[in-house]
């Protein structure tokens, strides 16, 4: 019996085969290199690329751009927006909040009132005890120890309280002065007026 000869072709694979492998790597390469530049894109770091001629039928000059190519800058990422201005609500140590006022400016004067002498001995919000005979205060906001000018536009009478409690919470009254803050206004005979309020520089030593 003849032996068995191989049917199978040894011929080298053509060259249009060959350039169609070698266009499959660049394409899987180029991909590869897209992909990193997406990443790098969010990282926020810049890339560059390099333009490199090629000849389509050049077998050799496609292997090589796929090997060296650098990945082309990121542009399919929306641009970040520009920051919001944003109005600064500062916390401090000493409670409440400061609605962005300065020692020295005008705050927003309204109708002020003051607490009675049944309240005496009560503790206030930063823990203090009441003392009507003190010139103390309450303020919704402005932080715990800030000094404040109440000026009765009535008569020009002005007197310098302390804040050490919060409230008032009735109505639009914008302040509760002490009784003996209030005698010094001429608030005590009339229960509540208009008042205008300014913040004072801290004091210091």
């Given at each position: 019996m003849a032996p068995l000869v191989s049917t199978v072709?040894?011929?080298?694979?053509?060259r249009r085969?060959?350039?169609r492998?070698?266009?499959g790597r660049a394409r899987r390469k180029a991909a590869v290199a897209?992909?990193?530049?997406?990443l790098a894109a969010g990282a926020g770091v810049a890339t560059t690329s390099t333009p490199v001629v090629l000849d389509a039928p050049n077998v050799s000059a496609l292997?090589?751009?796929a090997e060296h190519a650098t990945p082309p800058p990121a542009t399919?990422?929306?641009p970040v927006p520009a920051e919001t201005p944003i109005t600064t609500v500062s916390h401090t140590?000493?409670?409440g909040t400061d609605p962005g006022s300065s020692p020295g400016q005008a705050l927003e004067g309204g109708t002020a009132s003051y607490y009675g002498a049944e309240l005496a001995g009560n503790p206030t919000a930063n823990g203090e005890t009441f003392d009507p005979s003190e010139l103390t205060a309450a303020h919704r906001t402005l932080p715990f120890g800030t000094r404040v000018r109440v000026t009765n536009p009535g008569n020009g009478e002005s007197v310098v309280v302390r804040i050490n409690d919060r409230g008032p919470f009735h109505g639009d009254r914008v302040i509760d002065v002490s009784t003996a803050a209030a005698k010094e206004i001429g608030l005590k005979q009339a229960g509540t007026l208009e008042v205008d309020l300014e913040r004072l520089p801290a004091v210091r030593g």
């Open positions: 072709s040894t011929r080298p694979p053509s085969r060959r350039l492998a070698t266009l897209t992909g990193v530049a997406l292997e090589a751009t399919l990422l929306p140590a000493e409670g």
